[in-house]
Nanobody, 124 residues
């Protein structure tokens, strides 16, 4: 089992940047493939990005590729999401999630563990 805690959210103006972190504890972090998801008010949770256990493979939601970057530091048990050129429509609660299966996965239901989320608000 792994415990996940997100941080780094906040209020930022459109065009700005934020870096989210997800600290993991418990079972060996490098055992898990990781994902970032987000959920805006009144909307379903949506996939943002995926990273393989070793960091060699990443996958992004099509609309976000080029603005968001996912990476991980297994030695620090930490996952990151660098978000640039933020837009008001990026406003949401952002969650990190973990799963043991090593396949690329964009479906939230296929992830086993979740953090509590961190709020990102982008003002226009």
């Amino acid at each position: 089992q792994v415990q996940l805690v997100e941080s780094g959210g906040g209020l930022v103006q459109a065009g700005g940047s934020l870096r989210l972190s997800c600290a993991a504890s418990g079972r060996t972090f490098s055992s898990y493939t990781m994902g970032w998801f987000r959920q805006a008010p009144g909307k379903e949770r949506e996939f943002v990005a995926f990273i393989s256990w070793d960091g060699d493979s990443t996958h992004y939601a099509g609309s976000l590729k080029g603005r968001f970057t996912i990476n991980r530091e297994n030695a620090k048990n930490t996952l990151y999401l660098q978000m640039n050129s933020l837009k008001p429509e990026d406003t949401a609660v952002y969650y990190c999630a973990a799963r043991l299966n090593r396949r690329v996965e964009v479906r939230a239901a296929e992830y086993d563990y979740w953090g509590q989320g961190t709020q990102v608000t982008v003002s226009s």
